[in-house]
């Protein structure tokens, strides 16, 4: 069948590297895409927005299959208008419907959804511009540090953590009342502070059924030791070591089956990915967020370790008959490692030729954001490649890909080199 993958970015490179290999993948474009999806799929110059300009692609393309990679289309709606209409509602969209998607779309929304279904996550409140008032006066009743969060959708930086009370006041004030994220702050959530290690488990479900797929840490910020500003994710390993049976358990039973049979309860549409943002609490998995969609640069170390044929798990999703697929999951870990443009996350340049990807051996160059001119492939966003290595554990991976690194250039480029140094 002919697939189409929405997205540009290392993720959607890892999709397409995965699906490229399938059997029942004839023909596969990428919308937009990159220099590194360029090579294995069709490109096609479409925003992951322009819903009009998508379904006429699928269908001058006879497309069978998307699978949705970013989280705007999805909380815009694209899987319930493929539904309503009735030349593509067969089309195996792989994404939930604009209510599943409202659990990243809104932090309120999500963590209603979590108190509903007894599903343990930090203590809340939120508040508008009407209950500012309100809103300092819970944070009077808190222990430091506060958590804001503003609850629409903000590019990953929504949430802020202050040490100091007034401070958060101020930057409550400044969400509620001076739009500091936009509409996206017109509410924002406050809640507890969890003290903990993260991680995040990644769940593919047809909305009754589930497969849980391997765990992931991803490295935020971008110094290093955790240190400086938040980023999209500067590296990560798979599966995450601290993770035994016990605490998979816990997070199954008291997690990811009340948050599937939740959506079944409350009849929401949802055949794609849920990736829950977990904090590890004395033992206690206990949850930060719900995204709708894989992580990047989660994306780059997870699905390389399965073995499954994707194409398979997606048509029993879209089918709702995941309970009759299994999935074989690489014992191998698998490490990734994001080169950035210098200033990223900041003001940064783009166009920066990009030498020594043929010279890498044994490693994947997952492309982030490229692009190519004639033959020559340029940096063409903050994050431009993630360099994903296999093998016995994480280590030994992260070294296969550190030495790798040392082949490729480009002007600027930047790395943390202390990925998984806390494990
Ligand atoms: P989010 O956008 O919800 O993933 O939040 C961004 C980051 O803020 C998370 O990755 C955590 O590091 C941190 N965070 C969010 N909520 C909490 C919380 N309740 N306690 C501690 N840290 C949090
Ligand atoms: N790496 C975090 C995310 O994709 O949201």
């Known amino acids: 069948m002919n697939i189409l993958i929405l997205g540009s970015g290392g993720r959607e490179h890892t999709f397409a590297y995965k699906i490229a290999e399938s059997k029942k993948c004839k023909q596969l474009f990428v919308a937009p895409g990159n220099a590194g999806t360029s090579q294995i799929a069709t490109?096609?110059?479409?925003?992951?927005n322009d819903f009009e300009a998508i379904k006429k692609c699928v269908l001058e393309n006879q497309i069978k299959m998307v699978i949705v990679g970013p989280e705007d289309p999805l909380v815009n709606g694209i899987a319930d208008e493929f539904l309503a209409n009735s030349e593509l509602k067969n089309v195996m969209l792989i994404g939930p419907s604009k209510a599943g998607a409202l659990l990243e779309g809104s932090k309120e929304r999500a963590k209603e959804f979590m108190i509903d279904h007894k599903i343990p996550t930090a203590a809340y409140q939120s508040f508008t511009n009407e209950t500012l008032a309100e809103g300092k006066q819970f944070l009077e009743t808190l222990k430091p540090p506060y958590v804001l969060k503003a609850d629409g959708l903000?590019?990953?930086?929504?949430?802020?953590?202050?040490?100091?009370?007034?401070?958060a006041k101020q930057e409550l004030e400044n969400m509620l009342s001076n739009a500091k994220f936009g509409v996206a702050s017109e509410t924002v959530v406050i809640e507890e502070f969890l003290d903990g290690i993260e991680l995040s488990v990644f769940v593919l479900t047809d909305g009754k059924n589930y497969k849980?797929?391997?765990?992931?840490?991803?490295?935020?910020?971008?110094?290093?030791?955790?240190?400086?500003?938040?980023t999209g994710g500067m590296g990560a390993i798979s599966p995450v070591p601290f993770v035994d049976e016990v605490l998979m358990k816990k997070i199954e039973e008291r997690i990811v089956k009340p948050t599937v049979n939740g959506l079944q309860k409350e009849n929401i549409d949802y055949k794609g990915f849920i990736?829950?943002?977990?904090?590890?609490?004395?033992?206690?998995?206990?949850?930060?967020?719900?995204n709708v969609r894989m992580g990047d640069p989660e994306t780059e170390v997870v699905l390389p370790r399965i073995k499954t044929d994707l194409v398979d798990l997606f048509e029993a999703t879209f089918i709702q008959k995941l309970d009759e697929v299994s999935i074989e999951i690489d014992e191998r870990a698998a490490a990734t490692v994001m080169l950035v443009s210098g200033g990223y996350p900041e003001a940064?340049?783009?166009?920066?030729?990009?030498?020594?990807?043929?010279?890498?051996?044994?490693?994947?160059?997952?492309?982030?954001?490229?692009?190519?001119?004639?033959?020559?492939?340029?940096?063409?966003?903050?994050?431009?490649?993630?360099?994903?290595?296999?093998?016995?554990?994480?280590?030994?991976a992260l070294k296969k890909s550190y030495q790798n690194i040392e082949k490729l250039h480009f002007d600027t480029m930047n790395y943390r080199r202390d990925i998984g140094f806390d494990l």
Not at 43 to 48: H, K, T
Not at 154 to 167: Q, T
Not at 212 to 230: C, F, Q
């Open 43 to 48: 490109n096609v110059s479409i925003s992951v």
């Open 348 to 396: 940064y340049e783009k166009g920066k030729p990009i030498s020594g990807i043929s010279e890498v051996k044994d490693s994947i160059v997952f492309h982030a954001g490229t692009t190519f001119k004639k033959d020559e492939v340029l940096t063409n966003g903050g994050r431009v490649l993630a360099i994903t290595s296999l093998d016995k554990d994480y280590q030994k």
């Open 154 to 167: 903000a590019a990953g930086k929504g949430v802020l953590i202050l040490e100091d009370i007034n401070e």
């Open 275 to 290: 990736f829950i943002g977990l904090i590890n609490v004395n033992s206690e998995p206990m949850v930060i967020e719900y």
């Open 212 to 230: 849980i797929l391997p765990t992931a840490k991803d490295y935020k910020r971008i110094g290093e030791g955790d240190k400086g500003l938040n």
